[in-house]
């Protein structure tokens, strides 16, 4: 077991945005709960929790990984509509105290799964019976005609 330090650097923060994963055109997740995961001069991976994620569509499989500074990687596959990919997602099950914040957590390889980012969707508010949008085009319209 190795310590993650100045050789070899890796950080792990709280990701304020909304993550979506998606495969398919299939939204398999959705947390606010995201872990962002830098390791040294790798991209950054999102660690999203096993719970916003839909667990049905996993089934895990033999292949294990070792990291010597976050432990053992258990892999699953998906299977969406008759489709199956084949160790995209991984877990640190029991990882290594300074990972401990990646337990219960999956990860994907985003070039078989969408990860992104997304923008809560803008909250209009009322105004009588019409948003905030329809005051204002309607109001451009009242003045144009």
């Given at each position: 077991?190795?310590?993650?330090?100045?050789?070899?650097?890796?950080?792990?923060?709280?990701?304020?945005?909304?993550?979506?994963?998606?495969?398919?055109?299939?939204?398999?997740?959705?947390?606010?709960?995201?872990?962002?995961?830098?390791?040294?001069?790798?991209s950054?991976?999102?660690?999203?929790?096993?719970?916003?994620?839909?667990?049905?569509?996993?089934?895990r499989?033999?292949?294990?990984?070792?990291?010597?500074?976050k432990?053992?990687?258990?892999?699953?596959?998906?299977f969406?509509?008759g489709?199956?990919?084949?160790?995209?997602?991984?877990?640190?099950?029991?990882?290594?105290?300074?990972?401990?914040?990646?337990?219960?957590?999956?990860?994907?390889?985003?070039?078989?799964?969408?990860?992104?980012?997304?923008?809560?969707?803008?909250?209009?508010?009322?105004?009588?019976?019409?948003?905030?949008?329809?005051?204002?085009?309607?109001?451009a319209?009242?003045?144009?005609?």
């Amino acid at each position: 077991m190795k310590t993650p330090g100045p050789d070899h650097p890796i950080t792990l923060t709280p990701n304020p945005h909304r993550v979506r994963i998606r495969y398919d055109n299939h939204v398999l997740g959705d947390t606010r709960r995201a872990i962002t995961l830098q390791e040294a001069n790798l991209s950054p991976v999102q660690y999203v929790p096993r719970e916003d994620f839909e667990s049905a569509w996993l089934s895990r499989t033999d292949k294990v990984t070792h990291c010597p500074y976050k432990g053992d990687a258990s892999y699953y596959s998906l299977f969406v509509n008759g489709d199956l990919s084949e160790n995209v997602v991984w877990s640190y099950e029991n990882p290594y105290p300074a990972m401990e914040a990646i337990r219960g957590h999956l990860a994907f390889y985003t070039d078989k799964i969408d990860v992104y980012e997304v923008e809560d969707e803008i909250e209009q508010r009322s105004m009588g019976d019409r948003t905030v949008n329809e005051a204002v085009e309607g109001g451009a319209n009242d003045r144009a005609g």
